[in-house]
């Protein structure tokens, strides 16, 4: 699969996974069967700040690494202030096949989106 890192495969990703903003403390955490870690890197300076985010998703199988991703986001900001100047982000795949990796976005996204039509008919 060509295009797995674009931004769209990112975004569902980062939707199934429930992956916040800057504001989410989490650093470890588990989404449909993927175990999911976070770093963060900060520097401040008197003219801009610099967040690096580093986002890893590991599928294991018995014991093995069925595939590992890591999606990297960089936040650039002009000091004293909450507009970007830039902000990027990249996936690649450490291990394992990108078709793996995206079949289970999308059956995981398929899933979600299903249970909340399943709450909105409940609840309304």
């Known amino acids: 699969m060509k295009h797995v890192g674009n931004s769209r495969t990112i975004s569902d990703i980062e939707f199934v996974i429930e992956a916040r903003g800057l504001g989410d403390t989490r650093r470890a955490w588990t989404a449909y069967g993927a ?47 909450d507009s970007d100047i830039r902000c990027t982000k990249w996936l690649k795949v450490l291990a394992g096949k990108p078709a793996d990796v995206t079949a289970w976005m999308r059956r995981c996204r398929a899933t979600k989106v299903e249970r909340a039509d399943d709450l909105e008919i409940h609840e309304g």
């Not at 986002?55 to 093995?64: C, E, N, P, T």
């Open 35 to 81: 175990q999911c870690t976070r770093d963060r890197h900060r520097f401040s300076g008197q003219d801009y700040d610099f967040t690096i985010e580093v986002m890893q998703l590991r599928m294991m199988k018995s014991g093995r690494t069925s595939w590992h991703v890591v999606i990297v986001t960089e936040w650039w900001r002009a000091a004293h202030s």
